[in-house]
């Protein structure tokens, strides 16, 4: 059974910034692809993805150097740091996570996910 939760979403004013975290559970960790998707208004789409092995970055176009996604496989948790932010990043963070040999940039790659967490960015 696997278990994945975020922490770290919150309000913010615009410029600042966030770090998010997912820890997992019942999977291979060091062994997976791991990623960060976010949803509303628009269709989910990407923030940012990590391979297996940390060699390997994939981020969405809108992030534009602003973001970071890092992995620590001793602790079975990823993280997403948010700098820069402005109000239109505001929507639910989701961390996802599956077994692969590659980095997965696609949501309907990824089998296990968290239950998100908000990120509200006022002007």
């Known amino acids: 059974q696997v278990s994945m939760y975020e922490s770290g979403g919150g309000s913010v004013q615009s410029g600042g910034s966030l770090r998010l975290s997912c820890v997992v559970s019942g999977l291979n960790f060091k062994w997976a692809s791991l990623g960060w998707f976010r949803q509303a208004p628009r269709a989910q789409e990407l923030v940012a993805a990590i391979s297996p092995d940390g060699t390997s970055t994939s981020y969405g176009d809108f992030v534009q150097g602003r973001f970071t996604i890092s992995r620590n496989n001793a602790e079975n948790t990823h993280y997403l740091q948010m700098d820069g932010l402005k109000p239109e990043d505001t929507a639910m963070y989701t961390c996802?996570?599956?077994?692969?040999?590659?980095?997965?940039?696609?949501?309907?790659?990824?089998?296990?996910w968290g239950p998100g967490t908000l990120v509200a960015v006022s002007a």
């Open positions: 996802a996570a599956q077994p692969a040999t590659r980095v997965l940039t696609r949501a309907s790659e990824y089998r296990n």
